[in-house]
């Protein structure tokens, strides 16, 4: 559980997908002035509704503390530890499975400094880290900047105030309080920006230099060795645009807490990475040459749970001099010429699109922003229970129990009263089962039930549990609870009265267990594996109606019991092909955790293969052909049984279509009893993949297949110029190669046919990679200060910063073809009933306008 727990807390640190809407905490800055030489310096946090901020002094084994750090002091010195004020709570939190101490959002969260100035003058300047988090999920650490102006001690009360603090381009970071009045400035978004690099030259002599590229690495992000596999992440790597002359020495030298082994995050790749407690430095000798050496250096950085794309940073090193910079900030002139897609003004990029900036900030649908994950409908859980409870109740270890219930009533063992003994046996039954639900909700919880739905172990585990069922219906072995539980729940039935009446509902739920076991295990873990957190508890909702109302009835009613059929063979068929719907469900969680591992086996064809093996199996039983340990020989098939037979044998004939190859797909065709439980097509051993439309490519250079061999372009403006052909709207997609939750979306949310559909047919699909590491036929300079655009990777990373203020993948926007965002940008998130409202709603929305 606590591993659950633990995995859980770092998927919601995938709040960065979100980064462009959440920003829950503003802080403010001020000053108390204390004495003539005394001042507190005040940092203010306020919180939105359910959101939290945690304590300076809270465990580092948790989320991320509260911490300042004061760059600049102006000779002022602080005096003694902080004091923080707010509505705090400290005890166990279940996001970090450790205790903790945060303050709630009900007050403002105040951090108190006393600092001694002296007297005089002082500006004291740093930022803030701090760590918000609500009941499900964390923000990424964010820093915010601060600088306090204190005057001299005869100016103090009136002049002493924090200033806003501003970035290297002159523009606030973020925005300050006077001690007197409110000056409140517009908060720029901040993109995820963890590495910063530094540049250093030193004379070694002998005409030799050392220059050294350092980069700082916030905690929990690591950069990747010039040395790691390509077959992972991107390693750093130095380009070397003008040496000028220099001569490179030997091979550069790599410093810092360097880590070597597999790697999830890339298939258990090993790599090479520098961890984030120390500098990442590496250092090169050169010949000095005649003029300055100029270059860029292209790194990537990850941290647990996710990667940005790969960052190109200029360098110059004027070894003469001493000096060593990124030259960026210096306005550097970019290359040559070239014709590329957006408004190029000489050699700037600009590819800010204003109908797109306007309509994302407000798209033209809104059912979009409102579309959250859905758990699997209540009702529909409910009536699937309900009907596993009907199937429970012909099954030999129930059937028999209703005469035993009726003698029960009818030997004056309880009240009286017909109708009310019926009425409380059954509300008895409905609360011990329900209890069962509500138990299996609490133990597990919302988070692992969620966790469950691609959890290779998990349904690795469903597989042995549903075939172990699967052999108990065949009559091999029964599962059973211990006999001495019936015991006791049977001699406190015979008390009578209300308890009794209670009791013999248990002693009912004990008996059968070996028959209800297979089949409440089996809707339970089916629904838990669907995420639904009220899910077990609906399930044995219904399955405890259903079980109920017939027993109820019948112990209202005695005489009823005459219009039952007899107990006999039936119910053991009943219960064999019971065994066989349990072999075919457990192949679907054995597939699950194929595809998630990649292991490549359980593809398709063998899916589909084995359901058919299944059906042939249960079709010869159901004609007397194979026998079971509890099966009689048959002599003559019962109408019935001849019928369910006929049944069975029409469904196998109908999955054996699905090996059937469909032109028009480029695939098989699927059965559509198989959707959601058989392997994607596209997933299969021996088609080819499909072709692609030899004039469509011959026009469009990026047209291609992607994920699940769907059609896409891998150009937006070509993407754009076929969309208006087709008259179709765009579905963005802006992904990575090294991006994991990338692929868990095309992986388990793509391959849903009627995701697939949609994508292929209603949408053109265009997919931008912020990785992509090819060069563009010259160097840009982006729109944003100090940004170059060297290849197509560096291009769409600059073209989602500018237009939807993002920089995290996957993000997925709709469009039309006249370039408006049709709904809010959707980030990473689980199921595919939520990616399926999103994409309708945005056809939906596209009709509309």
């Known amino acids: 559980m606590r591993s659950f727990l633990l995995i859980l807390t770092f998927l919601s640190i995938s709040f960065y997908s979100y980064s462009q809407v959440l920003d829950p905490v503003s802080w403010e800055f001020s000053t108390e002035v204390l004495s003539d030489d005394e001042v507190n310096l005040v940092f203010t946090a306020t919180m939105d509704k359910t959101w939290t901020v945690y304590s300076q002094f809270t465990g580092d084994d948790g989320p991320v503390p509260t911490y300042i750090e004061y760059e600049e002091m102006g000779g002022a010195k602080k005096v003694g530890e902080s004091e923080e004020f707010g509505h705090k709570k400290e005890g166990y939190d279940k996001l970090f499975d450790t205790n903790v101490i945060k303050f709630l959002d009900d007050e403002p969260f105040v951090i108190k400094q006393k600092v001694k100035t002296g007297g005089t003058s002082s500006t004291i300047s740093g930022y803030l880290t701090f760590m918000t988090c609500d009941d499900s999920r964390c923000l990424p650490p964010k820093d915010v900047d601060f600088s306090f102006t204190i005057e001299g001690a005869q100016n103090q009360k009136s002049q002493s105030k924090a200033t806003p603090a501003t970035n290297e381009s002159g523009v606030a970071s973020s925005f300050t309080l006077d001690n007197e009045e409110e000056e409140e400035k ?64 030997g091979e550069s030298i790599e410093e810092g807490h360097r880590k070597e082994g597999p790697d999830p995050l890339f298939d258990n790749v090993n790599v090479i990475k520098f961890l984030g407690d120390q500098d990442f430095t590496i250092k090169q000798k050169v010949k000095a040459g005649s003029g300055p050496i100029k270059g860029y250096l292209t790194y990537m950085t990850c941290d647990k749970e996710r990667c940005l794309p790969p960052k190109d940073v200029d360098f110059l090193f004027d070894l003469a001099n001493g000096m060593a910079y990124d030259p960026t900030k210096k306005a550097l002139e970019g290359g040559g010429a070239s014709s590329l897609a957006g408004n190029i003004k000489g050699d700037v990029l600009d590819q800010k699109i204003l109908k797109i900036r306007d309509t994302f900030e407000n798209p033209k649908g809104n059912c979009g922003e409102e579309i959250e994950e859905k758990d699997q409908s209540l009702w529909g859980i409910f009536i699937g229970g309900f009907l596993g409870g009907l199937v429970a109740i012909l099954l030999p270890c129930i059937f028999p129990m209703i005469p035993i219930t009726v003698s029960f009533f009818t030997k004056g063992g309880a009240n009286k009263n017909g109708w009310v003994n019926g009425l409380i046996y059954g509300l008895s039954i409905i609360l011990i089962f329900v209890s069962l ?19 290779w172990v998990a349904n690795t585990l469903f597989f042995i549990i549903f075939v172990a069922f699967a052999i108990s219906f065949f009559g091999y072995f029964e599962i059973a609870l211990p006999s001495s539980w019936s015991t ?77 059929p007899r107990s006999g063979s039936w119910m053991t068929t009943v219960k064999v092909v019971l065994g066989f719907l349990e072999l075919a469900l457990a192949l679907k969680f054995l597939s699950v955790a194929d595809m998630t591992s990649h292991w490549g086996v359980l593809r398709y064809e063998l899916f589909l293969g084995l359901w058919v093996l299944i059906g042939i199996a249960m079709t010869l039983y159901l004609f007397g052909y194979i026998r079971f340990p509890h099966d009689s020989k048959v002599t003559k098939l019962s109408r019935p049984r001849l019928a369910f037979a006929l049944v069975s044998l029409a469904t196998t004939i109908y999955l054996a279509t699905g090996f059937m190859y469909n032109d028009e797909i480029k695939s098989y065709d699927p059965p559509a009893i198989t959707s959601g439980l058989a392997p994607p097509t596209t997933y299969n051993f021996f088609l080819p993949q499909p072709e692609l439309d030899p004039a469509l490519k011959e026009k469009y250079s990026s047209y291609t297949k992607c994920a699940n ?27 990575g190669y090294g991006c994991v939750n990338c692929r ?63 920089n995290a993948q996957p993000l997925y926007i709709p469009m039309s073809n006249n370039e408006e965002v049709l709904l809010a940008p959707r980030p990473y998130r689980e199921g595919i009933d939520g990616y399926l409202e999103f994409l309708k709603c945005g056809l939906e929305t596209n009709k509309n306008i």
């Open 186 to 249: 517009p908060k720029k978004k901040k993109l995820l920006d963890p590495v910063s690099w530094d540049f250093a030259t030193k004379d070694v002599g002998n005409g030799e230099y050392e220059i050294s590229y350092t980069a700082k690495i916030d905690d929990d992000w690591t950069v990747y060795s010039q040395f790691t596999s390509d077959d992972g992440p991107v390693p750093t790597y130095i380009e070397y645009e003008d040496l000028a002359g220099a001569e490179l020495i």
């Open 744 to 806: 868990k979306t095309e992986e388990f949310i793509w391959v849903d046919s009627r995701v697939r559909k949609m994508l292929n047919d209603d949408y053109v699909l265009v997919s931008l990679y912020v990785d992509d590491r090819k060069k563009l036929d010259k160097t840009y300079n982006s729109v944003r200060p100090g940004e170059k655009i060297r290849n197509v990777g560096n291009k769409w990373a600059d073209f989602q910063i500018l237009n939807f203020d993002n």
């Open 488 to 564: 006791k729940t049977d001699s406190m039935a015979d008390k009578g009265g209300l308890l009794g009446t209670f009791f013999m509902a248990a002693t009912l739920a004990i008996v059968s267990f070996s028959c209800t076991g297979p089949l409440i295990g089996t809707a339970i873990v089916q629904v838990a594996s669907t995420g639904s957190y009220l899910g077990p508890t609906m399930v044995m909702l219904g399955f405890s109606t259903a079980l109920a109302i017939p027993f109820g009835l019948f112990a209202a009613f005695p005489s009823w019991l005459n219009s039952l």
């Open 437 to 455: 639900g509500l138990a299996v909700t609490a133990a597990l919880g919302p988070e692992a039930l969620n966790k469950l739905s691609t959890n």
């Open 709 to 735: 061999n769907i059609d896409c372009f891998k150009d937006y403006y070509e993407g754009l110029a076929y969309a208006k052909q087709e008259n179709k709207p765009m579905f963005v997609d802006f992904t």
